[in-house]
Each structure stands twice: as structure tokens, then as C-alpha cells.
């Protein structure tokens, strides 16, 4: 039997070690996933009163045979190995975090579809789906 492949649209985002984060995230995302391409990152200004530093950015698509709160679970995993903790948010930091805003054809958090980062990324988005 074939597997139905999903398509996970995931947004990441880290204003504390944003490189070396992002570079994590993409890398322990390909190994739970397999097939994800990784649009440019983009710097951000934040949002919120608490947040700070700059933000770093970046979108991905992922093809899965996994469900979505699988794709989900593997994110909030990824976020815990790189100390993500409760206390952050109230102190700013966001060490990284990694949202499905997207499952196949349908939009699974607007709040996260809508913010500006997402949307001036969509287009780098686009171009990956195309290839």
C-alpha cells in the first residue's frame, strides 16, 4: 500500500543563538521527516513587548506519510532538545520555535499564516512547491 503523503507547512522562528538554532532545527526536521526543502531566513523586527532581539525567520515545507500531530510532537520535541522552557516567553527569548501553520490545502493557525514573516516568505515558499 502506498502511504498518503502530507504536506506540513512550518514556520520557525529564534531571536537567542538564531543561527546555530535554525541550523539545528533544519537538520533534526529532515531527520524526523525526510523530504523538506527550507525557504531563505529573514532577520524581524519583534513583536510583542517582551521580545527585544531581533528575530531570525525562516519557512518549510515537509512531505510526510506522518499525521499532524505527529509533525506537531516532532516540533515541540525539537523545541525542548534546544531548551526551549515556559519561562522564556515572559523573559523574551525565544531559543526557537517551530509552529505548523499549514496541512495540506488548509490553513491550521492563521494567527501564525498571517503575521508579516510568514507572508513575506510565502513567495520563497511558492517557488519551492513549483520545483
Do not use: C
Not at 535554525?22 to 510583542?48: C, D, K, N, W
Not at 515545507?61 to 506537531?72: G, I, M, P, R, Y
Not at 526551549?84 to 523574551?92: A, M, N, S, T, Y
Amino acid at each position: 500500500m502506498i502511504p498518503v503523503m502530507n504536506k506540513a507547512l512550518i514556520s520557525i522562528g529564534s531571536n537567542e543563538d538564531s543561527k546555530m538554532n535554525l541550523q539545528i532545527s533544519r537538520r533534526m526536521l529532515l531527520e524526523h521527516l525526510g523530504e523538506v526543502s527550507f525557504t531563505g531566513e529573514i532577520e524581524t523586527a519583534p513583536y510583542g513587548k517582551q521580545y527585544k532581539a531581533m528575530f531570525l525567520n525562516q519557512l518549510a515545507v515537509a512531505f510526510t506519510d506522518q499525521s499532524l500531530e505527529e509533525v506537531n510532537n516532532i516540533a515541540k520535541e525539537i523545541e525542548y532538545l534546544l531548551g526551549r522552557l515556559p519561562e522564556h516567553k515572559k523573559q523574551g527569548v525565544v531559543k526557537v520555535d517551530i509552529d505548523v501553520f499549514g496541512w495540506n490545502d488548509e490553513i491550521v493557525r492563521p494567527e501564525d499564516y498571517n503575521r508579516p514573516y510568514v507572508q513575506d516568505l510565502l513567495p520563497q515558499l511558492a517557488e519551492l512547491l513549483k520545483g
